[in-house]
């Protein structure tokens, strides 16, 4: 930190007296909405002097619209969530793969691309939820446990369509291979206690309404819903830890292909894993930060240590169509 002060200093002064500020706004297409991103971007501009435009959408469209402009696109920088969705991007050749000896010490290699094309910002956990009034923490171990039997007609789960599954399922192949890990999601299905959920608030609210006793969500939904009611009865569990670990994703960015400012893109980017964004940028969203230096905020430190699953998250990406194939042949909707 130190060191960078100075940098972005003389970078903010060379870019208010060379009067090209407009040139160097940097455009940002994000599937994160403005709350999440705005303040962080404020903070760059306080800092650098660099402006920061955003456009938020869908990642699908967005990587959609990246692919139409090609070469024209104005956006410098993608940001979304999901290893697999970042994946995604990377296999539609929407990113630019870098080299930056600041993001390489900042980031864990297994939450970053191994070719540099994007990089993780923050962590959430794909964690086991349980009601309290009907469920003991020892009954709980392992995700491959809510397979058995003692589980029957008591497991809640969001709807297979969700990127978030499709990357829990895809580490699920990594782990145990397609077998197995179609075994476990077979069981899972079959201990439903009712249809999939949309979203993950739904499926901890009916946990809390009694419709079932267990299920998985990322963690900082979780978070938003127990800020609302702190007498939410739904409990955190963090499984595998005898094992694997936790099943930990991300929200992250890369630069985009066709950059028009790629150099300060980049930099933006190497800012944003630096502990003075990086406190913001997990914070607002009640997430960890993915630079391991930095300390979570006390609403998210009191769920406990727990130790996370080191796969590399490109497996997401990597075993997607296999996740997505194996959940339909497992009947999760
Ligand atoms: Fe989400």
Not at 93 to 106: E, F, H, M
Not at 128 to 155: C, M
Not at 276 to 300: H, R, T, W, Y
Request: hydrophobic share 45%.
């Amino acid at each position: 930190m130190q060191l960078r002060q100075p940098l972005f200093a003389t970078l903010a002064l060379l870019a208010i007296s060379s009067g090209a500020q407009a040139a160097d706004d940097l455009v940002v297409y994000t599937s994160r909405i403005d709350e999440l991103i705005k303040p962080v971007f404020d903070a760059y501009t306080a800092k650098t002097g660099v402006k920061v435009k955003f456009i938020t959408d869908k990642e699908a469209p967005l990587m959609a619209r990246l692919k139409a402009e090609g070469a024209n696109t104005p956006a410098d920088l993608l940001i979304t969530v999901d290893a697999g969705n970042l994946w995604q991007a990377e296999q539609m050749d929407l990113l630019k793969p870098l080299q930056s000896t600041v993001i390489d010490a900042n980031i864990p290699p297994q939450y970053r691309a191994s070719n540099g094309s994007w990089t993780g910002l923050s962590l959430r956990a794909r964690t086991i939820f349980y009601s309290p009034e009907r469920v003991t923490p020892q009954e709980l171990s392992t995700y491959e446990a809510l397979a058995d039997k003692n589980w029957e007609g008591r497991l809640c789960l969001r709807t297979s369509k969700k990127v978030y599954n499709q990357s829990l399922t895809a580490t699920l192949i990594e782990t145990h291979g397609a077998v197995k890990a179609e075994e476990i999601v077979k069981g899972w299905v079959n201990n439903l206690a009712t249809d999939v959920f949309a979203d993950d608030t739904a499926m901890l609210q009916a946990i809390d309404a009694g419709q079932c006793d267990v299920g998985m969500a990322n963690t900082y939904y979780f978070g938003r819903l127990h800020q609302q009611n702190p007498n939410l009865k739904v409990k955190l569990f963090w499984p595998n830890q005898a094992d694997r670990g936790v099943h930990v994703n991300l929200s992250g960015a890369g630069v985009t292909k066709y950059a028009p400012h790629a150099a300060e893109a980049q930099k933006l980017l190497e800012w944003m894993t630096t502990a003075e964004a990086q406190n913001l940028f997990a914070d607002i969203n009640q997430e960890f930060p993915a630079n391991p230096a930095i300390k979570p905020s006390a609403e998210v430190a009191a769920w406990g240590p727990f130790k996370a699953d080191s796969i590399p998250l490109e497996v997401a990406g990597k075993r997607q169509v296999e996740a997505l194939k194996l959940m339909d042949r497992a009947g999760w909707n």
